[in-house]
């Protein structure tokens, strides 16, 4: 059975630094690229990072670029989000997903196959 956990979030403050986990404890998906998205209170999901299935790609949205660190480690089925410099427009809900395929250059949401339950990060000002 296909799960994905999400894990660390929690509440900070502006300027702090968070790393979220996604693990894979159903399957492997070693061969498949991986994306973090979010969604903020009235908003849609949005595109935040992805990595490749052997972690050589990377790809983030311009918000993200400069503060944000996507990772993966395919021995443990785990895949990182080193978040810096957070600022309260970061509030969301992280959702980890799995891609349909190894290498992925556009990440509407559609491309994904699986998603975890999310995990909440607060920044507080």
């Known amino acids: 059975q296909v799960q994905l956990v999400e894990s660390g979030g929690g509440l900070v403050q502006a300027g702090d630094s968070l790393r979220l986990s996604c693990a894979d404890s159903?399957?492997?998906?070693?061969?498949?690229?991986m994306g973090w998205f979010r969604q903020s209170l009235g908003k849609t999901r949005e595109f935040v990072a992805g990595v490749s299935w052997n972690g050589l790609r990377l790809y983030y949205a311009d918000f993200a670029k400069g503060r944000l660190t996507i990772s993966r480690d395919n021995a443990k089925n785990t895949v990182y989000l080193q978040m810096n410099s957070l600022k309260p427009e970061d509030t969301a809900v992280y959702y980890c997903g799995v891609a349909r395929y190894g290498i992925v250059s556009s990440w509407p949401e559609n491309v994904m196959d699986y998603w975890g339950k999310g995990t909440l990060v607060t920044v507080s000002s």
């Open positions: 159903g399957r492997t998906f070693s061969s498949r690229a």
